[in-house]
Each structure stands twice: as structure tokens, then as C-alpha cells.
């Protein structure tokens, strides 16, 4: 008799509720938050409770690859994530009514997320995380792993020692500055520090600063909130160093070496003409790398210019001595062949003994005509060291010239 009446007292006892549930599954979650049966207008509508204050929206950025840079077509190619983190006063549930679960992991889709957008982006790669972290005070988390290519306007003046410095703009035009704002979450040291760590590239470019501006922009009569990543990448020269600039300097120390040399004018001609067209091959293989197009010309263009006109001028210098020497000889040969002519007639009207004309000494027998020496023109080595050290100091002047342009 004692035992029904303890049934019944127990079954009436949990039938009114008395008897607490303990709910410990994510599906359970799910049902309180009443994801799966409601309209899905609530993915697509700004979760804003109060209209006078816009929904604030923070943000981390952390630089992981710089994937390629393309200076003929002025483009970037960056692998970064953004951690966007909000808040949805309409999806919130007591941790203690869940056996303490106070996170969950949802698709992107299932409840609002920001739309971003990239100004500069021309092209990129969607990410496959499609998955957000929802905490049981209703703050957001999602992080978006992007691979996009950027335009950027690369300033190559200074190439191979250029340091160049790339925007990446996210705004979210839908939504004006008194709906939606933007913040950053930490500041730009930390994000530098953390984008230091993950960095995965070793390769032509290093990653040396990142700055963040926050501001706003107006369009029609509107305002957006908009952060702008300023990313400072410095180019690694050594490669090309190695492969332009002092193959171009060995080039010109050759020929310098050829101009001053003791060979023949001839030879050094023909020296002087191999070592130009060594020369325009390197100039080719730059031609290939710089854009078609610049504000000004670059230091290593101008590099490249100067050392071919150099050359071109030795080529001159040594034509110009070849052709004094030449003209010199030309004269020298007049002379000579003037003198005798001079000698004969002056013998023919000088009248020997018994009224004959002198004759000339008779030659010992045995003895052979041989011709003078042909004297130099003291002037051309003269106008030789002239031309010479004159080209040396221009030389001098030119690469330092250069070498101050490169390193300001």
C-alpha cells in the first residue's frame, strides 16, 4: 500500500515539473535558439535593437603570405585573415540551463554576418570557412581566411632597394555609418607582432610595418565606415644585385680597362663594341621586369642609360684618336714626299764644276736606301691623356651620382 502511493506521489511529482531537466547537447541549444524553424530573414536583417546607436563591429587583421608582386601590372597578391567579432542581443541563452555550454559553432549563413568588402581588390578567392562561433551573450566570432590580389601603386623608383607600401580597404557599403561601424579590436603592434608570427613566405619580399587608418567616407549623401590596412613590404635585392647591377659595373670596369690599355686603337675598338652589346643584353632582361609606364624614370634605368652612353663615348674617343692618328700620318707622308721633290730641284738649278749641274755623292757599293723613321705628333698623347682622364672623372662623377640617388 506504502509502495503505490510512493509511485503516485512520484508520478504526479513529474508530471507537474516538479523534477528539474538537465539539457547537454548542442542540439538543444539550437532548439532554444529556434534556428532551424524560423524564417531566415534574420540571416539577411542588421540585428539592431537600438536605432539611435549603430551596431559596432570589430575587427583584426593578420597578414599571413605576400603571394606575388607584379610590377608591369601594378597588382599585389596578399593571403590574409580578418576576425570580425559583433554582437546579436537576439541569440543568447543562459550557460546554467545547458549544463555550462556557452559555445557554439554555426554556419555563417544561419544568422547575420557583415558583408564586407575589399576597395582594391581586382580579384581573389572565396573562402571555404563558412563557419562562425556564437557565445551565449550573443557576441559573434568569425575569422575569414582571403587570397586576393590588389592593385597597388608601386613606386619603383628606387628598384632593386625599394620599399613599397599597399592598401587593403574593407568597408560595407550596404550599410551606412548610423546603422554600422567599424572599429579595430587591438592595435596595429599587436597585429604586426601576430602577423610576424604566422608569416609563411621567405621569398623576394619581407614584411616590415603595418599601420591602420579609421575613417569616413562619403558617398551620396552618406557616410561609411571604413578601416584601411596599410601594409609596407621591402624588396630582398640580392638576386638582383647579383644578376644586373654588378654584371653592368664588371661591363664597364672592362671596358675602362680597354680604354686605358696598351693595345692598338683597332683592337680596342672592336673590344669596346663586344663589350656594348654584353651590356644590351642585361639591358633586355631589365626591360622585362619594370613597367612600361612611370611618373619617373628609375635609378637602374638611368644606371643602365649612363653606362651604355659611357661606353658609347669611349667607342668616340678612341674612333676620334684613331682618326687624328690617321690624319697625322697622312701628313707626315705629305711632307716627306714633298721634301725630296724640294731637294731635286734646288740640286738641278745649282751648277757644278764646268758649269754641270752637282751630282749626288756616289753610294758605296753595298750600301742600301733605307727610309727614316716617321716622327709621332707630340700632340696626341697629349689629346690621348686628355680624353682618357676626362672620361675617368665623368665616370667617377656619374656612379656617385647614382650611388646618392639609390641610398636617399
Known amino acids: 500500500m506504502m509502495q503505490q502511493a510512493f509511485v503516485a506521489l512520484l508520478t504526479f511529482a513529474l508530471g507537474a515539473g516538479a523534477a528539474p531537466r538537465y539539457v547537454c547537447t548542442y542540439y538543444d541549444v539550437v532548439e532554444h535558439l529556434n534556428v532551424s524553424s524560423h524564417s531566415k530573414l534574420h540571416a539577411h536583417i542588421l540585428p539592431k535593437t537600438d536605432l539611435k546607436e549603430p551596431l559596432e563591429v570589430k575587427m583584426d587583421f593578420m597578414l599571413v603570405a ?14 590574409f585573415v580578418l576576425n570580425l567579432e559583433w554582437k546579436n542581443t537576439l541569440a543568447t541563452w543562459d550557460p546554467q540551463d545547458f549544463c555550462n555550454i556557452s559555445r557554439i559553432i554555426l554556419p555563417t549563413n544561419t544568422y547575420w554576418s557583415p558583408p ?28 575569414q581566411p582571403f587570397q586576393v590580389t590588389l592593385t597597388c601603386s608601386l613606386m619603383i623608383f628606387k628598384f632593386p632597394f625599394d620599399t613599397q607600401m ?3 580597404t574593407v568597408a560595407s557599403y550596404l550599410y551606412p555609418a548610423t ?72 661591363l664597364y670596369l672592362l671596358d675602362m680597362a680597354v680604354l686605358f690599355g696598351p693595345s692598338s686603337l683597332e683592337e680596342k675598338i672592336s673590344f669596346q663594341i663586344a663589350i656594348i652589346l654584353g ?28 653606362t651604355f652612353l659611357l661606353m658609347i663615348m669611349a667607342v668616340l ?5 684613331l682618326h687624328q692618328q ?71 662623377f656619374f656612379f656617385t651620382i647614382i650611388s646618392i640617388k639609390w641610398s636617399s
Not at 580579384?123 to 556564437?134: F, I, K, P, R, T
Not at 612611370?294 to 642609360?305: G, W
Not at 757599293?365 to 672623372?393: I, M, N, W
Request: glycine residues 4%; negative net charge; charged residues 15%.
Open 66 to 79: 605576400i603571394l606575388s608582386v607584379i610590377e608591369k601590372l601594378q597588382t599585389v597578391t596578399f593571403y
Open 116 to 143: 564586407i568588402f575589399i576597395l582594391e581588390q581586382v580579384n581573389g578567392q572565396n573562402s571555404n570557412l563558412d563557419y562562425m562561433a556564437v557565445m551565449h551573450n550573443g557576441s559573434f566570432n568569425s575569422s
Open 166 to 168: 599597399c592598401n587593403v
Open 179 to 250: 546603422d554600422l561601424v567599424m572599429k579595430t579590436r587591438r592595435s596595429p603592434a599587436e597585429m604586426m607582432k601576430d602577423s610576424q608570427s604566422y608569416f609563411l613566405t621567405d621569398g623576394e619580399w619581407k614584411f616590415t610595418n603595418l599601420s591602420i587608418i579609421e575613417y569616413m567616407d562619403q558617398l551620396d549623401n552618406e557616410q561609411f565606415s571604413m578601416i584601411t590596412y596599410v601594409i609596407s613590404i621591402e624588396r630582398r635585392p640580392t638576386l638582383y644585385i647579383l644578376n644586373l647591377i654588378l654584371p653592368t659595373c664588371a
Open 279 to 306: 651590356s644590351s643584353m642585361l639591358a633586355v632582361i631589365l626591360n622585362n621586369i619594370l613597367p612600361t609606364s612611370s611618373n619617373k624614370p628609375p635609378v637602374i634605368v638611368v644606371f643602365f642609360l649612363g
Open 317 to 321: 674617343d678612341t674612333l676620334f684618336l
Open 326 to 396: 690617321h690624319k697625322s700620318l697622312r701628313l707626315d707622308k705629305a711632307l716627306r714626299s714633298f721634301q725630296p721633290a724640294v731637294t731635286n730641284q734646288s740640286n738641278k738649278q745649282t751648277p757644278g764644276q764646268g758649269g754641270q749641274p752637282a751630282s749626288e755623292p756616289a753610294k758605296e757599293p753595298g750600301e742600301r736606301a733605307t727610309s727614316q723613321p716617321q716622327e709621332q705628333d707630340p700632340f696626341l698623347p697629349v689629346l690621348e691623356k686628355v680624353l682618357l682622364y676626362s672620361h675617368f672623372f665623368l665616370s667617377v
